[in-house]
């Protein structure tokens, strides 16, 4: 994490805490965190079910990774960041429990993502969600990426994926001074 980053991960609630998933505490609160977010706005789908039972198997092992947010030691939010060829990751389950909205949490999970993609080699970052989610589409425009039309989207799909959208990663840090 940068120091812009953990200047920013700062708030009354504490610090937040952003680390590589390890052991079922985390493996449970990264199903438990998509979970309620999934089924308060839609329904849980099968590919849900196989990456949130399985990150490491459909995550980790094809070289991606699972990123779990703390703060005071309790799990707050969740990224996953998907690799899908050289170059080419998709950003996906970013989930934030409901009583930390709205406090930034989302926004440091994604400049993280970010951050390890390019530390990755990434060169290409999609990602899909829905028109339904406002905050979180304001957010990734903020954060520099641009929409895709649904032809170009490279990945099969969610039922409840409507928007679609990728950044291309260069040596610019998109994001990071905007982080709050």
Known sequence: MTDTTKASAR????????????GTADERAFYDLNAEWITAHFEMEPSDVQ????????????GGQVY?????????GCVALMAYGPGVYKVA???VSPDH???????????????????????????A???????????YTSLGFQRLSAEKWP???????DVFMCLTLGSQEAGVSDAT
Do not use: D, W
Request: charged share 20%.
């Open 51 to 62: 990456i949130l039972n399985h990150p490491h198997r459909e995550v980790i092992e094809p």
């Open 11 to 22: 708030t009354s609630h504490g610090a937040v805490k952003i680390a590589p998933m390890t």
């Open 93 to 95: 389950k970013m989930a």
């Open 155 to 161: 990945f099969a799909r969610f039922a409840r994926a």
């Open 129 to 139: 969600s829905s028109s339904r989610l406002v905050p979180a589409i304001a957010l």
């Open 68 to 76: 779990l947010a703390h703060r005071e030691g309790r799990p707050v």
């Open 101 to 127: 909205r709205g406090q930034g949490t989302g926004r440091q999970l994604m400049v993280h993502a970010m951050e390890q993609a390019r530390r990755l080699g990434a060169q290409t970052l999609y990602l």
